[in-house]
């Protein structure tokens, strides 16, 4: 059987076409006055799809900052018999679950704030997202190549060197957080180079502690060292 379209039937079909059409640039110009950007304009499911690949790639990186990171930490104690490497995967378990939950979010708030310039996504939230994403991406491959070589490298490292690849990528320099005394990247650099030194000291200090009031103790040793 045909079917026959009636002239008034298609008529309407095109003023609804028509409508729908006016309400959705209606609605771009809208936004646009307002200062704000239309989400998913032309792409259905941006957000939800965004979200999935972000979390798709920060587990990843979890994966690669367990299979390094804490194995850097665990290396020595394991090495040397202390503690098992079921034992080491148990400590780290807890250790690492209450140690970002409890004292991760300054750490989080200077990854999220204070190496790209976020003011620069204000109207373009899905692209902030995007950089996230691509940001775990980038991590995320580096570490696990890195572990597969047997390369001890830093996860920290990698997620700030990312981080400034994005913003770089989408603003040029000005989209990276460069101040020193607003606790942008050169900050952060200086941590790096502070950070071994001072964990050098310290574990200098309590090893001569350890040498000279215990081992070379003498006779006396064995009490002082139980005491």
Avoid at 8 to 25: A, D, G
Avoid at 89 to 118: P, R
Avoid at 158 to 177: D, L, S
Avoid at 207 to 213: D, E, M, P
Wanted: net charge neutral; proline share 3%; glycine share 10%.
């Amino acid at each position: 059987r045909l079917h026959i379209v009636r002239p008034h039937e298609s008529r309407r079909e095109k003023m609804s076409n028509c409508l729908r059409s006016n309400c959705f640039l209606l609605m771009i110009v809208v936004c646009r006055a307002s200062g704000l950007d239309s989400p998913e304009v032309g792409i259905p499911w941006l957000y939800p799809g965004l979200a999935a690949f972000s979390f798709f790639w920060a587990f990843a990186d979890a994966y690669g900052i367990g299979a390094n990171d804490v194995a850097n930490s665990f290396a020595t104690a394991v090495a040397s018999g202390t503690i098992t490497h079921r034992q080491a995967v148990v400590i780290a378990l807890f250790a690492e679950f209450f140690g970002a939950f409890m004292l991760g979010s300054s750490v989080t708030e200077t990854i999220k704030k204070k190496v790209m310039d976020v003011e620069h996504f204000v109207h373009d939230p899905y692209v902030l997202m995007l950089a996230m994403a691509c940001t775990s991406m980038g991590s995320a491959i580096w570490v696990l190549v890195a572990t597969y070589l047997q390369m001890p490298v830093s996860t920290t490292h990698a997620t700030v060197g990312a981080i400034m690849g994005v913003g770089i990528a989408a603003f040029g320099f000005k989209g990276v957080v460069w101040d020193f005394s607003s606790g942008g990247f050169l900050s952060i650099v200086a941590s790096w180079f502070l950070s071994p030194v001072i964990a050098g000291v310290v574990a200098a200090a309590l090893y001569l502690t350890i040498k000279h009031g215990v081992l070379d103790a003498g006779e006396g040793s064995l009490r002082r060292g139980l005491a």
